[in-house]
């Protein structure tokens, strides 16, 4: 199943690259941006059209936290056709805001008796703060106000608070995404994915300075490949919508987080997925230092994929006999010098005649690929192959030739 999977994802590498280039399109007959389908288009008659507009990189601003929400707000009006308005409430939008107006992510946390109750609630459940750390601060603050009847109250208050919070399941760490802006989108892309409606917990909590946003996120995991498709897909929409980068920006990242991890490592799609969610973590846990346009160029790539084998095993533990761990990194069995007669996949190692990528081989050693040649030939049609009980290196087919037959 893993193999047949990868083999899916690779007919899919042209469409994403599609998306990527897209955008570079001009024409003078029709809109650009939206083709003419937008609500409210006039490219026609003035050449203006909100998909390639202010709104944009008015999100853009809101999101990188240089406009206060109060003054401006998220707005996917024109940008987006109707069906896919509904993949984020105005709940959701409000919480996105609230996280872009509070510190970054990645940025220490502090509070003192001036902070509202409600902004240290959304900091513990975002992970900047742990609990505890709360505790012991609200213990200092106690320490240092003893005389002002009316902070003992608020932070007596406070202490209440967190001390019910941590009942809460979201607060235990049970799969619940310390969330930044990247993932909170994308966790919300997933789990409407899943269910075709937001389950994606977004609660409001009104404190002085105005109503704040405590939210949390679950980025789901899928065993099928369509659903990591349409994710990443979506992911690709809503991240040029919302302002995070253009689709030629997103969808390198998607090519070289996601599409390299299979075609370059041999992994199976659900690595490849936690790659892509433990680099969107990076960036927002280094703030200002790393971007999706970058980040595959600055981190050092193999922890992140030892770290993404790591929660692939967690989330599907049958990978483990795939996937097994040893001391030195990925260790997995030896090839046994059998392979799998008939399988849809022939075996790339057999064929260039070199060692056995461990990801190619069941538990017992055998490889999952079928032994035969896969060179082009012209007598079998559109994609046709030879299927020669011999290595294309040493193909003598007659028929063979440089390019696959369309």
């Known amino acids: 199943t893993i193999t047949s999977s990868i083999t899916r994802s690779s007919r899919l590498l042209p469409f994403f690259l599609f998306l990527g280039c897209i955008s570079q399109i001009n024409a003078v007959d029709h809109c650009p941006g939206c083709y003419g389908n937008m609500p409210g288009c006039q490219w026609t008659v003035d050449g203006a059209c909100a998909s390639m507009g202010n709104t944009v990189a008015v999100n853009a601003t809101i999101l990188a936290g240089l406009a206060l929400a109060a003054t401006k707000k998220i707005s996917l009006k024109g940008l987006l056709l109707g069906k896919y308005l509904k993949v984020f409430t105005g709940a959701a939008i409000r919480a996105l805001e609230g996280l872009a107006a509070n510190a970054d992510t990645g940025k220490a946390f502090d509070f003192d008796v001036t902070t509202p109750n409600a902004v240290v609630i959304s ?212 090839y046994n010098g059998k392979f799998t007669k008939g399988a849809e996949r022939v075996c790339p190692a057999y064929n260039l005649n070199i060692a056995h990528n461990p990801s190619l081989l069941k538990q017992d050693g055998t490889c999952m690929c079928d032994h035969i040649c896969n060179k082009w030939v012209s007598n079998k049609g559109p994609g046709g192959k030879c299927g020669g009980a011999h290595r294309r290196v040493d193909c003598d087919n007659p028929f063979k030739v440089e390019e696959e037959q369309k």
């Open 123 to 334: 900091a513990i459940r975002t992970r900047r703060i742990e609990a505890e750390d709360a505790v012991g601060r609200v213990a200092e603050l106690m320490d240092t106000h003893a005389a002002s009847a009316d902070n003992i109250s608020k932070l007596k208050l406070l202490l209440t608070l967190i001390k019910t919070s941590k009942k809460v399941e979201s607060f235990d760490g049970s799969g619940e995404h310390p969330v930044g802006r990247i993932t909170f989108i994308f966790g919300t892309i997933t789990n409407w994915v899943k269910s075709e409606g937001i389950i994606s917990r977004v609660s409001m909590a009104v404190g002085e300075g105005g109503t704040r946003s405590m939210f949390s996120t679950v980025i789901v995991r899928f065993d099928e490949w369509a659903h990591v498709a349409e994710s990443l897909n979506l992911f690709v929409m809503y991240a040029y919508v919302f302002g995070l980068g253009a689709p030629t920006t997103i969808t390198g990242f998607i090519q070289s987080a996601f599409y390299d991890t299979m075609r370059y490592h041999s992994y199976p799609f659900q690595v490849a997925f936690e790659v892509v969610i433990n680099l969107m973590v990076k960036v927002e846990e280094l703030a200002g230092s790393l971007q999706l346009a970058t980040v595959c160029d600055v981190v050092h790539l193999n922890s992140v994929y030892a770290e993404a084998i790591t929660s692939a095993i967690f989330f599907f533990p049958k990978l483990e006999a795939v996937l097994r761990k040893g001391s030195a990194g990925v260790v997995k069995c030896e």
